[in-house]
């Protein structure tokens, strides 16, 4: 989709007004999931969610819509499942951990921690900084990091 676009001018001082047209459209969300067989291509499935702020209409996927999805992968690839979640907070609900409990036989979910720098390469790189680095070379050879 490309963005509306409008034009204005105002007498100085003032704060120009724009009227957009086609704006109130609505707010899309996707989510989707990579899923690896062994020994087959690699698969996107993925769901979209269109928000467009009418009464009683849900902003963002709801934990139905993730339940689904998982049912739906696990239909399309015919092969037990195995389920990584952040925290989101729609992943946490009470209704879902339920739902992971009664489908124990083809479904495994693994919830990532909080904060995991190990799982951050970025977040490793801080000790080897320029400002963690000596001012002379190391004395031998085998005190010096090996990068």
Not at 10 to 15: K, S
Not at 97 to 110: G, P, S
Not at 113 to 123: D, F, I, K, R, T
């Amino acid at each position: 989709m490309r963005p509306p676009k409008g034009h204005t001018w105002a007498p100085r001082g003032r704060t120009p007004q724009v009227r957009v047209r086609g704006a109130n459209r609505g707010r899309f969300s996707v989510t989707e999931l990579v899923c690896r067989k062994s020994g087959e291509r690699s698969r996107l499935i993925y769901r979209l969610h269109v928000y467009r702020g009418r009464r009683g209409e849900a902003k963002s996927f709801t934990w139905q819509d993730y339940r689904d999805l998982i049912v739906v992968a696990h239909h399309q690839l015919q092969a037990p499942v195995v389920w990584v979640w952040d925290n989101l907070n729609v992943h946490l609900v009470d209704e879902l951990a339920l739902f992971f409990v009664e489908n124990e036989e083809w479904l495994t979910v693994f919830q990532l921690p909080s904060y995991a720098p190990e799982l951050n390469p970025q977040e490793g790189t801080g000790r080897w900084s320029s400002a963690a680095w000596p001012t002379s070379p190391p004395p031998t050879s085998t005190t010096w990091p090996a990068l």
